[in-house]
């Protein structure tokens, strides 16, 4: 299984517009990703609710996974838009 940790660079972490806008990266990807709270439970990447029910704050470290075809690709560009709190998704999403 592949999986990046990063730390969240949103400064409100992950709520509301920085999650819609990971949310709407994951599903992109076209590849099922998880993403969880080091040393929680991953939920899935493309649900807003689950993405939102992980309360994760700033600079706080997630774990992104996934066992499908092309998941280190995908995970790299997920990790980056966290990384960076990014306020719109690049056109390489």
Request: zero cysteines.
């Amino acid at each position: 299984m592949a999986e990046r940790r990063v730390n969240i660079g949103w400064a409100e972490g992950l709520h509301a517009r920085p999650a819609s806008i990971f949310v709407r990266a994951a599903t992109a990807s076209g590849v099922p990703v998880t993403i969880a709270r080091a040393g929680g439970a991953p939920v899935n990447a493309a649900s807003m609710l689950a993405v939102l029910s992980l309360g994760a704050q700033g600079g706080e470290e997630i774990v992104l996974a996934s066992d499908a075809d092309g998941a280190d690709a995908a995970l790299d560009r997920l990790a980056k838009l966290v990384a960076e709190g990014l306020e719109e998704l690049p056109e390489t999403v």
